[in-house]
């Protein structure tokens, strides 16, 4: 199996998933080689939340994804498992984000993690993860806590 590009989306609510997170991309981004693409997406207002806690105004989407907990213990694993990665952050919709770093890398996989919720659920708070299976041009993983 050859995977150039895997595109793993992750954000400060997944903290409980990431050692399932990190798990399910080493399992596939090892044997096949492939580099990692570790997305944060921002709403604008937590992206300029994170720019005043930073003390910079400027500061990117990407300097901002840097310093978040959930990318940094991700990396980490990466870098125990020895696998290539790039991290970015982007600001805007979740799903729309995440479908066009996909389209944009080629991505031969993209991760995703969430929780499980109810149809009613879904209905009335809507969900990335299903939006991006929907939209993806590529196969999803979607991955829960507790998972290998």
């Known amino acids: 199996m050859t995977l150039s590009t895997l595109v793993v989306a992750v954000g400060p609510g997944d903290a409980d998933r990431i050692e399932s997170l990190a798990n399910a991309v080493t399992e596939i981004a090892?044997?096949?080689?492939?580099?990692?693409?570790?997305?944060?997406?921002?709403?604008?207002?937590?992206?300029?939340?994170?720019?005043?806690?930073?003390?910079?105004?400027?500061?990117?989407?990407?300097?901002?994804?840097?310093?978040?907990k959930t990318v940094r213990e991700l990396t980490a694993a990466f870098d125990d498992a020895n696998v290539e990665y790039d991290v970015r952050g982007s600001v805007g919709s979740k799903s729309d984000a995440i479908v066009d770093v996909?389209?944009?890398?080629?991505?031969?996989?993209?991760?995703v993690a969430g929780r499980d919720r109810s149809p009613a659920g879904k209905a009335v708070f809507g969900s990335t993860a299903q939006s991006v299976m929907l939209s993806?041009?590529?196969p999803v993983t979607f991955v829960r806590a507790g998972t290998r």
């Open 30 to 68: 090892v044997p096949t080689g492939a580099r990692v693409v570790l997305l944060h997406v921002f709403a604008e207002d937590d992206l300029t939340s994170i720019r005043e806690q930073l003390d910079d105004p400027e500061a990117t989407a990407t300097a901002a994804a840097r310093r978040q």
């Open 102 to 111: 996909a389209k944009g890398t080629d991505a031969g996989r993209v991760f």
């Open 136 to 138: 993806a041009p590529c």
